[in-house]
């Protein structure tokens, strides 16, 4: 008589969190505010203004916009705060910096709004491998909600975890 195979990682009490799962659609955008400088390098108020005034911000309806300029220039705060002025109309989020910093963003945002208590005296394993970007401080950020709550923490795959913690 043949054994029987049991997948025991099915019928154990463990709860997989994979942060990919919790991607937001929505295109990223990276936007360079260079191109809108007096000779890439100085911001004339009135010129600056009429950019931000004429530029089609419906294109960024539903997605991400990380703003920056790739340039050496002195940019005052309020020329970001203007630009979020009429892209926060559209877009989902709006930041200063890099795709990295925004997506940073984007996760700080969702790992805060998780609902941890249904993790509570439970063995969690949050999933490592991701198609998708999501950044490091994430984990970290969720680790940090689920420490104290759940029964232990590991990271990686039900087939081979890392301990992270343990109560």
């Not at 990223?28 to 600056?48: A, G």
Request: with cysteine; charged share 25%; proline share 4%.
């Amino acid at each position: 008589m043949a054994d029987e195979i049991i997948n025991r990682v099915a019928n154990s009490k463990l709860v997989t969190i994979d942060l990919e799962d919790f991607y937001p659609k929505g295109a990223r955008v990276l936007f360079d505010i260079k191109d809108w400088l007096f000779q890439e390098l100085i911001l004339k108020e009135k010129d600056f203004r009429e950019h931000v005034k004429q530029h089609d911000w419906s294109q960024y309806q539903d997605g991400y916009l990380a703003l920056h300029c790739s340039v050496d220039a002195i940019i005052p705060s309020w020329a970001y705060l203007l630009i979020a002025t009429q892209a926060s109309s559209y877009a989902k989020k709006v930041v200063v910096g890099n795709l990295q910093d925004l997506e940073t963003s984007i996760f700080q945002e969702i790992v805060s709004q998780m609902e941890v208590e249904e993790f509570r005296d439970k063995p969690v394993i949050i999933k490592g491998c991701s198609n998708k970007p999501i950044p490091e401080t994430a984990y970290t950020l969720l680790v940090s909600r689920l420490n104290g709550v759940a029964k232990s923490i590991m990271f990686g795959e039900a087939c081979s975890t890392v301990p992270l913690y343990k109560k």
